[in-house]
């Protein structure tokens, strides 16, 4: 039977949580020494259980010593005839001392009428951050230890790494200051196209991910539950 596919509006939505799980690179050991090390990933996202898109995600370090962290979700297969909707969502961050110091969010939604556009600037001399939405800025104040949506999941890691079990974040989303909550599940076994691996369960709200430690606490599955719909994405074995 044909797959019901999701409207554009849940699709984003759901991209977004998505969007927000990333890797633990090599060498993580602890939060105090974490350090990303720079990757590239490839993961499916279903809806559904059916195939609806893939998302590469990259991180690398620029020539001023920031960490530039890129996710690009874009459609595959048959959904790709009739959906063009591509997502980007960049982060830039700095590290002072043991400190992830978040200094510009950025993200793309294009393939509508109308493109989307979310650029958030940090601005951590004068505790300002400025969020520009749909061609809007809103300014706030900036909160000591703020993260962006994205970046934060690498603090995440270093935090699971060092054996945490509960964590909270201040999140700057959409202009306002927001609280992150994870904890961690247990462990459970997952089955992946790269063999079947004990990995760490956390949870945020709806959405459950898993990290496998013998991996450096690679993302390797996530999935959001809502009433009617699943959206899920699982570790793609490299392309050969």
Do not use: C
């Not at 890797?23 to 809806?47: E, I």
Request: glycine share 6%; no cysteine.
């Amino acid at each position: 039977p044909a797959a019901t596919m999701p409207s554009p509006r849940l699709t984003r939505r759901l991209t977004a949580a998505l969007l927000a799980a990333l890797l633990l690179p090599t060498g993580a050991a602890s939060a105090a020494d974490y350090r990303p090390q720079p990757f590239h990933a490839r993961y499916s996202v279903q809806y559904n259980g059916f195939k609806i898109g893939e998302i590469e995600r990259t991180l690398h370090v620029d020539p001023n010593g920031n960490y530039v962290l890129e996710n690009f979700m874009y459609p595959t297969g048959l959904v790709a005839l009739f959906k063009q909707d591509r997502v980007l969502e960049r982060s830039t961050w700095r590290y002072d001392g043991a400190e992830a110091v978040p200094l510009r969010y950025y993200a793309h939604d294009t393939g509508r009428a109308k493109d989307a556009t979310e650029q958030l600037d940090f601005d951590w001399p004068h505790h300002r951050v400025a969020s520009l939405r749909n061609g809007k800025t809103t300014e706030v104040p900036l909160p000591p230890g703020t993260l962006d949506k994205l970046m934060n999941q690498m603090v995440l890691r270093g935090d699971v790494a060092a054996g945490k079990k509960h964590m909270e974040y201040r999140v700057a989303d959409r202009g306002k200051i927001t609280p992150y909550i994870y904890n961690v599940a247990g462990r459970e076994k997952v089955v992946t196209d790269r063999g079947t691996v004990e990995a760490i369960k956390v949870t945020k709200g709806t959405t459950t991910f898993w990290l496998a430690p013998q991996w450096d606490y690679l993302l390797i599955k996530l999935v959001q539950k809502n009433d009617d719909s699943t959206f899920a994405s699982y570790i793609q074995a490299p392309r050969r």
